[in-house]
């Protein structure tokens, strides 16, 4: 037969597929169409790929279908770390943000594994049968090409036909990246995600001034007065917020082998403004998607980071908004400047400073993981925090509860969790660790005078554990088993406003990052009426208890809505969809009208 090598190639690039959608992404199917389709979906891309070696002749063609089966193993690997990391496959978007690679570099050591080197096996082999065996030389063929693409495009439509069988509308319809690996597979998403982000950038050039009305009507008709009591109680105070690295709620008044994990929190909360509902909504760009959130009160993007495929955006940032009342605005974070392309867009936001890597003493003995450890981060602070010029507004970024979680054996407090994940047995004691540095800052800023002069506001930027750990997860949380219930519960991060001298209070109001800008503008006594924002005051006696994640999923005082499936909160249980539908529509327009500022860069119509 002429074209057995090309057709060894093809199989073995397909099993080789499908063997990672099942071991590696850990992809289930719930019915056997779904199996099939797993099964079916690498076949088209695989024709294709390795397909383009029917442009060459000879020897070139067959090194050909070695070097592009090698280049499509090289696609899934990236993947694969890219999914050991995130729990999600790659993006375009991320692809690019090259500068962070540099810097992840000791958690890739961490994601690749020996048996990672199983991947190589039909290269070899491949590499055996192209110089042991006497592969026969073909010229190229037009009439083959012809027939190659013929059979990629009638597999692709066969495979896109059982697909919407399956999911109707799944190219059209918003998404989640694991369905549509599912459905057209890993290739072909690729090729799809391409669409999608050049798509995004076109709305930029076809975005008109009057696109921003409906943003504005919606703003309008979504307004929430603040509560009297709260509005302008911090004016002229500083703003000190502290983004906790990787913090979710449950760690909260939970203990290992007897041990708080968070004495700290736990006592501070007791002390504070304290929201138990408050999730995050951040997606694949994590620290930079919360920083976006709570500065400007739009969502990140749904894919890649907001922070590198929107930076030259116009925006209406708090950090730019209180400086115009006085406030001296800073970052302090000790990490490379261009890290999230923090640099760039901190521009945009108007700061008046970014205290990086550069502004702190880092060397080996005060370094862990990613970098500088927080207990040294928080003491270097306080000297930055006491050269500004009052009041200031000053946000620090913690670090060292970060994946892979590595710790000293001297700064660990507690004791890891004893289950099949590392990662999340090493997650408590940095979370702890992290708990012990906060504890610190507020001694020192006591004994500074920093205290008194001003308000503070902890959060969670992200989820640490993500679902990929979520049979150790149901050991640490009692379950049997967690159910997408479970996993939007634990979107949960903690979240309390610290100001000196006021009763603590609890507030159950669900709410996320979304709303953090107009609550503290209100804190500070600035009317929101005119800003465009998608959240609403935490304070507000008027405000939805409602929160939408950036997958689409929501939490409403009753139900939780995620992955197409409705719960009831009282039970735990999955409910008549029906009961989550009057929230679709907000949920909806939140997240896209959102969006479209954001893609149209509609705040440059918006003065
Ligand atoms: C990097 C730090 C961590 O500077 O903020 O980023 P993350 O990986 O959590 O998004
Ligand atoms: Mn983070």
Redesign the pocket.
Known sequence: MRSRFFLIAVFFLCVKTYVLYKFGFRIQSENPLQEVLLLMNPISSAVLLIGLSLFFSGKVRNIMVVVLSTVGTCILYFNLLYFRFFNDFLTWPVLFQTS?AQ??QGSIVELVRWADLILLIDILVLLYILFKKAVPLHLRSNREVVAMLAITALLFSLNVSVAQLERPQLLTRAFDREMLVKNIGIMNYHVYDIYVQSHSKAQRVFAESSDIDEVIRYRNENYKEPDADMFGIAEGKNVILI?M??IQSFVLNETIDGEEITPFLNQLKEDSYYFDEFYHQ?AQ??????EFLVANSLFGRESG?VFFTHAGNEYNSLPEIVNEQGYYSTVM?A??KS??N?DMMYLQFGYDKFFDIASYTVNEENSIG??LKDVDFFEQSIDLLKSQPEPYYTKL?T?TN??PFELGEEDKMINEFDSNSGTLNRYFPTVRYMDYALEQFFERAKEEGIYDESIFILYG??YGISEYHHRAMSLFLGKEKLTPFDHVQLQKVPMLIHIPGHEPKVSHSISGQIDVKPTIMHLLGIDTREDIQFGTDLFSKERPSFAVLRDGSFITDEFVYTKGSCYEKASEQETQLEKCEPFFEKAKLDLGLSDKVIYGDLMRFYQ
């Open positions: 962070n810097d992840i983004s690295e990787s951040t760009g994590k620290t930079s998607d919360s980071s974070h990490n490379n890290f999230w923090r990613w970098g970024i670090l970060h994946f930027d992200h």
